[in-house]
């Protein structure tokens, strides 16, 4: 079955450093990766994503990075802010129509 | 655009009772996938609605069922409660296939007692 899973189920950074939330996956079938953030109260919020034909994918102060090798993806959180703090969760797709959640990192940002 | 609107936002009921939860989709958006989020757990896939008709489902009893609209708008009926439904119930809709991800409604926290 699918399992997602994640190495670390909580995350304290200081301000203005950069985060890193890992990520493993045991599909390898699995081609479309998104990472989300969940705030308290709030339903999942779309960050990034990346299909299984790249390795790297950047956005705004965010990279994602996916090893197939491995089976393993990365956020990459630049210049961490208070408003980073939340349960960030790595979903992965295997071209069909749900998509598999892991357990969540709690990241909490350190003013 | 409006977002993904899901009602109620908090919910109790008895075990034994029925629920519906309702959910309207993003503008532009034709998919539904409805989850379930036991605390301190990632979403759990339940089903998804493409064209009014379920598209795919996860490992959910039959006792959760579901409806699409002609204006993608949704519905989520879970008979016979049980203690363990308790869980923030998520709708997300998407285009097609989920092509650029879904996005999510805040989702109905249910409360079985």
């Known amino acids: 079955g699918e399992s997602v899973g994640l190495h670390l189920p909580t995350l304290s950074v200081q301000e203005g450093d950069n985060s890193i939330i890992n990520c493993a996956y045991s599909?390898?079938?699995?081609?479309?990766f998104i990472w989300y953030k969940q705030e308290s109260g709030k339903g999942p919020q779309f960050i990034i994503d990346i299909r299984s034909n790249m390795d790297k994918r950047q956005g705004q102060r965010v990279t994602v990075l996916l090893n197939k090798t491995v089976k393993h993806l990365s956020l990459q959180i630049a210049a961490t802010q208070p408003g980073d703090s939340a349960v960030y969760f790595c979903a992965e797709n295997n071209n069909g129509n749900q998509f598999y959640f892991g357990t969540g990192t709690s990241l909490t940002v350190i003013p | 655009e409006t977002g993904v609107t899901q009602s109620p936002t908090h919910l109790i009921k008895t075990r034994g009772q029925q629920v519906t939860l309702r959910c309207s989709s993003q503008?532009?958006?034709?998919?539904v996938s409805w989850y379930q989020q036991a605390l301190g757990q990632g979403p759990q896939f339940i089903f998804q609605y493409y064209r009014e008709e379920e598209n795919g489902r996860g490992n959910f009893p039959p006792r959760f069922s579901g409806l699409q609209f002609p204006n993608y708008s949704s519905e989520l009926n879970v008979n016979a409660l049980e203690l363990d439904d308790s869980a923030l119930y998520l709708c997300?809709?998407?285009?097609?296939?989920?092509?650029?991800?879904?996005?999510f409604g805040s989702g109905t926290r249910l409360t079985v007692v």
């Open positions: 997300a809709s998407s285009l097609e296939g989920g092509s650029g991800g879904y996005t």
């Open positions: 599909n390898s079938a699995s081609d479309y």
């Open positions: 503008s532009g958006h034709n998919t």
